[in-house]
């Protein structure tokens, strides 16, 4: 017989945001409303990164999730980082770390003009992911998702326009307030949570889970992948575990 005062605690994730507030708004809603109040105002809440771009409402989304941890104190709020604002915070110059910008670059060089690389001010110190996030791509159709572009390759100009200024424009650095840049800035590349129950045929498994934004990478070694997600280290052109497609759909099934 289950005993109810032993029951697996509850752990939230939520996906890829890109800048909808109705709909993050819409499914906070229902969450509370769907979990029992004791389990949802002290469970961990991963969020898996994503929370800029393609959406009008960057800002606001931003506005809200940095307001959950005094709102909902009793939960524990992880913020990853995804591919989108990692670029992003390369393009107001917030990541960790240092690096030389035009070692970023010389991988994908080639790719700079079909992509449009941002050249306005201050890119010569700017990580190749926070020009590529705010050039202008010569494509307008993206064949692959069967939509135009909003302005790069990272459909980034909603989030220009939701701080009020024009896509590619310099002025972002400014516009972009100092709670955001450390919101950017502080964001974690990897989650570790031990003690997360799954159901299995077997029955319920005590597990330890890692999030990261896009995957681990098969066939290399897991610890020493999440030694570097840890690290944070931005002298890498592109951080696969945050972008990667194909490099991750076969995540290792154990460490």
Known sequence: MTDPNNKPRTVICVGDIHGYLTKLLNLWSNLRSQIDPDSFNTAPVIFLGDYCDRGPDTRKVIDFLITLPKRYSNQKHV?????????????????????????????????????????????????????????????????????DYKGSIYDAA????????????????????????????????????????IETQEGVKHCKLIAVHAGLERGKNVREQLEFLKAKDARVPKVTDLSGRKDVWDIPKSD
Request: glycine fraction near 12%; hydrophobic fraction near 40%.
């Open 158 to 197: 909603p989030t220009f326009e939701s701080y009020g200024v024009a896509h590619g424009s310099s002025e972002l650095m400014k516009a972009v307030p100092e709670a955001h840049k450390k919101f950017l800035a502080d964001m974690v590349w990897v989650h570790e949570e031990d003690d997360v129950c």
């Open 79 to 147: 913020f990853l980082s995804g591919n989108h604002d990692f670029a992003f915070g390369g393009f107001v110059g917030v990541l960790a770390g240092e690096f030389e910008a035009k070692e970023t670059w010389m991988e994908y060089a080639d790719n700079e003009e079909r992509e449009g690389w941002y050249k306005g001010e201050g890119y010569e110190k700017m990580h190749l992911q926070g020009r590529r996030w705010g050039g202008w791509i010569k494509a307008k159709f993206n064949a692959a998702k069967g939509i």
